[in-house]
């Protein structure tokens, strides 16, 4: 019975569900397929753009009152992390629903909810015969699990995203447990770092001195005692969030030859997140000094260094801001600002001077991005079309030119 009187945005929202754009050999074609068939349906001009062998952006258009005015883009991405399927309760593509209306499947929460949720509202909009100032632009797109390299990346140097002329973003937020929708302003700066410890070599049985282990023990209590530190710092103030701290974790750890020799070299690697309000040079600086005095030959090589500096002013300088604020309070809904803890394509349209936020109006609703059974309840998933359905005109009808710096 419930089956028969499903809305037909769930319906959908669980087709897409059931298609496994998964990694590491996500099948786009049928999402992009699925895609172009609702572009149609809803009437919506589209095209795809290349951005890899297997990889393409799906764009589909509404085009504004007032089309010279930079675009508004509604983003999402189509591909969603691999699954343990063993500890799901049921497979993970199957989109199943529960009888409390929970749909379970990998990419519930990230993100195919706001790719469908985007679409509806529009279809909505576009039913009642209304216009907007501004072109609308929903951008669906490949590879941002894998880092945006065959996605976003390509995507932002590819003249035809040029010619979309965005000047604002929405982008994928993180669910809340608590009654606040969270919005993402801004995010942590990624670090790989790799230390090479080089030192003495010689026999087990001795005391050799300036040995390799010795200055990695250096490092190691110095990047655990900054570590505390920034842990302590979160923890003794509750307005603080994890994106507003930097984590340093420990992750590999490599070297030594056989249990009787001393090595000449040891390897540690370091995932370190730096907030956007921390001072990026003078970082590197202070991790050059914990080298130093680490000992001789004590090297620094960063293995992956994405700077995200670049935060969307959250004040009446900003008028997306005002406008998305203004939809909100007109809902009643209680926002919370944030810095995103982990990365996003966010990133890299704020890096070419588009100001982008996270947002997925899910909450009420327990944490379980890249998680097992990860799911959405279907009421939260069209609360979610609601509240594009007065964002979204919010932000496509902003006047003027909204010229940012970020
Ligand atoms: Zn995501």
Same mark, same amino acid.
């Given at each position: ?204 049985? $001795?005391?050799? &001195?300036?040995?390799?282990? %010795?200055?990695? =023990?250096?490092?190691?209590?110095? @990047?655990? *005692?900054? +570590? ?97 604020? $203004?939809?909100? &309070?007109?809902?009643?809904? %209680?926002?919370? =600002?944030?810095?995103?803890?982990? @990365?996003? *394509?966010? +990133? ?59």
């Amino acid at each position: 019975m419930s089956e028969i009187r499903e809305d037909p945005a769930v319906s959908l929202f669980r087709e897409y569900l059931k298609i496994p754009t998964m990694h590491p050999d996500p099948d786009y074609s049928k999402a992009i397929d699925f895609l172009c068939k609702l572009a149609e349906d809803v009437g919506l001009d589209f095209k795809t753009i290349e951005t890899g062998p297997k990889e393409l952006f799906v764009i589909m258009s509404l085009v504004g009152t007032n089309a010279s005015l930079p675009s508004l883009g509604l983003y999402s991405h189509m591909d969603v992390v691999p699954v343990f399927p063993e500890h799901w309760k049921v497979p993970p593509f199957s989109a199943e629903k529960m009888e409390n209306g929970d749909i379970y499947a990998r990419g519930s929460q990230d993100m195919k909810c706001v790719g469908i949720q985007y679409v509806e509202a529009i279809r909505r909009l576009k039913k009642e015969g209304k216009r907007f100032l501004r072109t609308i632009h929903v951008m669906f797109g490949p590879d941002e699990e894998t880092g945006g390299k065959r996605g976003m990346i390509p995507f932002m140097k590819h003249p035809e995203s040029k010619r979309l002329n965005l000047g604002f973003c929405l982008d994928e937020g993180i669910a809340n447990p608590g009654p606040e929708f969270r919005v993402f302003y801004g995010e942590r700066s990624c670090w790989w770092i790799t230390v090479r410890c080089r030192g003495n070599p010689g026999h087990g049985s $001795s005391f050799i &001195q300036d040995s390799a282990a %010795e200055k990695l =023990t250096k490092i190691l209590n110095t @990047a655990m *005692d900054f +570590r505390a530190k920034q842990e302590q710092r979160l923890n003794s103030d509750p307005s603080l969030t994890i994106g507003d701290v930097t984590t340093l974790n420990l992750t590999i750890i490599k070297g030594g030859v056989q249990h009787n020799v001393v090595p000449a070299e040891l390897f540690a690697s370091f995932d370190i997140r730096i907030p956007p309000h921390v001072d990026l040079p003078e970082f590197e600086k202070e991790l050059g000094r914990w080298c130093r005095e680490a000992g001789d030959d004590v090297t620094l090589e960063f293995d992956q260094k994405c700077d995200s500096p670049h935060k969307v002013p959250l004040d009446s300088s900003n008028p997306w801001w005002t406008a998305f604020m $203004s939809a909100c &309070q007109s809902l009643s809904m %209680e926002v919370k =600002t944030e810095v995103f803890p982990g @990365a996003t *394509d966010s +990133r890299l349209l704020r890096e070419c001077g588009i100001p982008a936020l996270g947002f997925s109006p899910m909450n009420h609703t327990p944490i379980l991005l890249h998680d097992h059974n990860e799911f959405l309840n279907e009421k939260v998933f069209l609360r979610g079309i609601d509240i594009y359905y007065e964002i979204i005109p919010a932000l496509a009808n902003v006047s003027g030119s909204c010229h940012l710096t970020l």
